[in-house]
């Protein structure tokens, strides 16, 4: 490589070749350059370099910086000869060659630089290395213009990991406690292994295995593989229990797009045989053999506390990809979309956002099929309406499936035995649902308070959900919209950690119809940036 300039032209080699002369080193981001001294630098540059060696050596961080700068100004004819790899004892040379292709094709001194910081943010992002250190050396000295990538790793001395936390689960509404066992790199492909459990309050547990490559052959993508066995208790919304067994597949890309196949073994049961007509019908055994894609664009400062940006995601499922009597056919629909606008004062920003969700069977007959419940859209829960990216699910003053179409139980001992009317029905969800919202945060005039970006917040939320035959039977105009849109308002203390979003919010539902379970009161709410 091009490094140190000859400051005239009668100097004269030093003895063993300029492979043997001492070098500029520079570490930044772990890469180390070595300059070659065989190379010329561009007329003028001769005196300056000298100086600047008389006055801190070859070494000094100014030189280097002036000798990195002359390079990035006046980039120098080179390529790459050879990249070498060492301190990898369980990774395959395959997984971290992979990651040097675009840096084998460089040119030019300027072009090499890039790739190369370039590369070794890539062979971060891994995440099975502790240490990675790339150093640019001359090349032989027969093939002159030439530069050698040494990249040296340092693997961990175990691979194996563990994390314990609290999570929201969109698809549950609920928090849960979660742990997970994974294991790094066991087969020298950078892949990743783990073992998860999971369980919640209300009844939900959940058990699986995964496997994860951060790069799938020559695609731009991870490949994440899952097998799961899934459980739910919704007797106390919706009188059926449910049971999954399911395998996945999916391949996910920059952030930005993710797809994915499903295929579901799903149980729904009701042991206490109270179960309202509608959902005694969906009871038994189902087969979900499910594509879905998602595309996700989230350009806010924080998940936790936005404050400016913007995030838009859409979710796409066409359930039925087979031949199979028992599989479920209909197509499901997602969007979201989130703002966030600074106000210019206390910190204070105005955020809003809105989301919708439609699901539509198909299929032979499919006008007078009804969609699967466990797929529907159900309003409520203790999820924080600012934060997540999951389609219409919450609107604050109302409980988990606490918004919606009901229906009356069967009458049994249980039943007859209760004091609570809402407990003779069951939430049947919707097939058509939205959610928006406004909410205003600000800080506290306590210093103690914003050090610790504790801050308080309002808000207004709305939503309303709709089952097809009620859109089909009656026709939806803008005034009967409105009139049965339910309404909420509120303010509240914002905690937000760097594994959750705490909210203490008092609610007061505004408007609300005759089956809703919407309650006035104080309400806690989490979210997970995850």
């Known amino acids: 490589m091009d490094g140190e300039g000859a400051n005239s032209s009668d100097e004269e080699e030093p003895t063993g070749g300029p492979h043997q002369q001492s070098s500029a080193h520079m570490e930044t981001s772990d890469v180390v350059i070595e300059p070659d001294a065989s190379q010329e630098f561009p007329k003028g540059a001769g005196e300056e370099e000298q100086s600047e060696r008389e006055g801190g050596g070859p070494d000094s961080a100014k030189y280097v910086e002036n000798l990195l700068k002359k390079f990035a100004e006046q980039p120098l004819k080179l390529r790459v000869h050879d990249v070498k790899i060492s301190g990898n004892v369980r990774t395959n040379d395959s997984v971290i060659e992979a990651e040097f292709e675009k840096v084998k094709e460089a040119e030019t001194s300027q072009e090499l630089f890039k790739e190369v910081f370039l590369a070794n943010a890539r062979l971060q992002s891994l995440g099975i290395f502790e ?65 998860t459990g999971s369980c919640s309050w209300d009844g939900m547990t959940e058990f699986s295995a995964g496997l994860h490559y951060p790069r799938f052959k020559q695609l731009p993508a991870a490949l994440v593989t899952r097998a799961s066995i899934f459980s739910q208790d919704w007797m106390n919304f919706s009188s059926y229990t449910e049971r999954l067994v399911g395998l996945s597949a999916g391949l996910v890309a920059s952030n930005y797009h993710d797809l994915s196949y ?32 998602t595309f996700k664009i989230d350009k806010r400062d924080s998940v936790l506390r936005p404050t400016k940006g913007y995030a838009f995601r859409s979710a796409t499922q066409i359930a039925g990809l087979g031949a199979d009597s028992n599989l479920l056919r209909f197509v499901r629909q ?32 499919f006008r007078k099929k009804t969609t699967p419940i466990s797929d529907r859209f159900f309003i409520g829960g203790h999820n924080s309406v600012v934060c997540g990216l999951h389609g219409p699910l919450t609107v604050p003053g109302f409980p988990i499936r606490g918004l919606g179409p009901m229906e009356c139980r069967q009458a049994s001992t249980v039943l007859q035995n209760s004091n609570d009317r809402q407990e003779l029905k069951d939430s049947l969800g919707g097939d058509l649902a939205f959610t928006g919202f406004a909410d205003l945060a600000f800080d506290l005039p306590i210093q103690f308070l914003k050090e610790q970006n504790i801050h308080a917040h309002c808000f207004v939320s709305a939503g309303n959900i709709f089952g097809l035959q009620e859109v089909q039977r009656e026709l939806l105009t803008w005034k009967k919209l409105w009139s049965s849109t339910r309404v909420s308002a509120g303010f509240g203390i914002v905690v937000p950690t760097n594994v959750f979003r705490f909210e203490l919010n008092f609610c007061h539902v505004l408007r609300q119809l005759e089956n809703d379970r919407g309650k006035r009161g104080f309400q806690l709410s989490f979210a997970s940036p995850y």
């Not at 961990?156 to 742990?179: A, I, L």
């Not at 959902?279 to 594509?291: D, K, M, N, P």
Request: glycine content about 10%.
């Open 131 to 195: 240490e990675c250190v790339i150093t640019l050396e001359p090349g032989p000295v027969e093939l002159p213009g030439t530069a050698n990538v040494i990249v040296n790793i340092k693997e961990p001395k175990r691979p194996y990991s563990g994390e314990v936390g609290v999570y929201t689960r969109p698809e549950t509404r609920t928090w849960t406690f979660e742990g997970s066992l994974k294991l790094k790199n066991l087969l020298g492909h950078a892949e990743t292994w783990d073992g």
């Open 334 to 365: 997602e969007l979201d979309l989130r703002c966030a606008v600074p106000l210019g004062f206390s910190n204070a920003a105005l955020n809003v956002g809105i989301s919708g969700g439609l699901i539509v069977p198909w299929g032979a007959g």
């Open 262 to 293: 499903n295929l579901t073994w799903r149980t729904l049961q009701d042991p206490q045989h109270c179960a309202s007509r509608s959902v005694r019908r969906q009871l038994g055994h189902s087969l979900l053999s499910a594509l879905k894609y």
